[in-house]
């Protein structure tokens, strides 16, 4: 069961042009949505982060946009550079066993900005 | 800046053979993660632990891998026999977990290490 669905699989953007990628989740439960970037031969690391109680959160040229009720969230590139041509995961969490979440990734998005 | 150690970066064996991977956490990190990522999909968990205790292992497939987090300190995962279909990309990674209210919460960041890319022929 796959509870967290992204779209699109791949992207390709003209530098300067802006990235859209949508992520979708099922379980209520979840309240921590991350994204994480992810370069070929390395493992992923955190961009921005996001809670429901929020409906944006900006961080320089990256911006989550969270729409609780559709239970879904999406991360905008403005001016998008070569150098973010990467790998990206949308996650939630939530969900608490003793005390702990449980990280949930999508499929990941292959971004190529083309110079 | 601290960092999530893993050994071996790659590692190519045959079918049948036994594998071990190596993860050293960020230190004071207690919540500590394994997952698998096969070629161009997300991050799959396998285990998770809090302290040297599993918290969830549901999809680790035991018959043939164990996972085992001893001190609660570093952590060993294990396949044995490795099969064609295990051919990935093995992460681990550790997150910080707080408290609040005299119960733990984790911050909901990881950190991954770079990875041990296993082969099996």
């Known amino acids: 069961q796959q509870q967290v669905k992204q779209s699109p699989q791949s992207l390709i953007v003209q530098k300067g042009g802006i990235s859209i990628i949508n992520c979708a989740y099922e379980?209520?439960?979840?309240?921590?949505f991350p994204w994480y970037q992810q370069f070929p031969g390395k493992g992923p690391a955190l961009l921005i982060a996001?809670?429901?109680?929020?409906s944006e959160k900006k961080e320089g040229r990256f911006t989550i946009s969270f729409n609780k009720s559709a239970k879904q969230f999406s991360l905008h590139i403005m001016d998008s550079q070569p150098g973010d041509s990467a790998t990206y995961f949308c996650?939630?969490?939530?969900?608490?066993?003793?005390?702990?979440?449980?990280?949930?990734f999508g499929r990941g998005t292959s971004l190529i900005v083309h110079p | 800046e601290a960092e999530v150690a893993q050994s071996p970066r790659y590692k190519i064996t045959e079918k049948s053979q036994a594998v071990a991977f190596w993860c050293d956490p960020i230190?004071?990190?207690?919540?500590l993660y394994w997952y698998r990522q096969i070629l161009g999909q997300g991050p799959e968990l396998l285990v998770q632990?809090?302290?040297?205790?599993?918290?969830?292992d549901s999809q680790l497939p035991k018959d043939r891998f164990s996972a085992e987090r001893l001190k609660g300190v570093d952590s060993t995962l294990k396949i044995q026999p490795a099969e064609l279909g295990d051919s990935a990309m093995y992460l681990c990674?550790?997150?910080?977990?707080?408290?609040?209210?005299?119960?733990?919460?984790?911050?909901?960041?990881?950190?991954f290490g770079e990875g041990s890319r296993l082969t099996v022929l």
């Open positions: 990674a550790s997150s910080l977990a707080s408290w609040v209210r005299g119960r733990p919460r984790n911050t909901g960041e990881l950190f």
């Open positions: 379980n209520t439960a979840f309240d921590y």
């Open positions: 996001i809670r429901p109680d929020v």
């Open positions: 996650a939630a969490m939530g969900g608490r066993f003793r005390g702990s979440y449980i990280p949930t």
């Open positions: 230190s004071g990190h207690a919540t």
């Open positions: 632990f809090q302290d040297e205790s599993v918290v969830d």
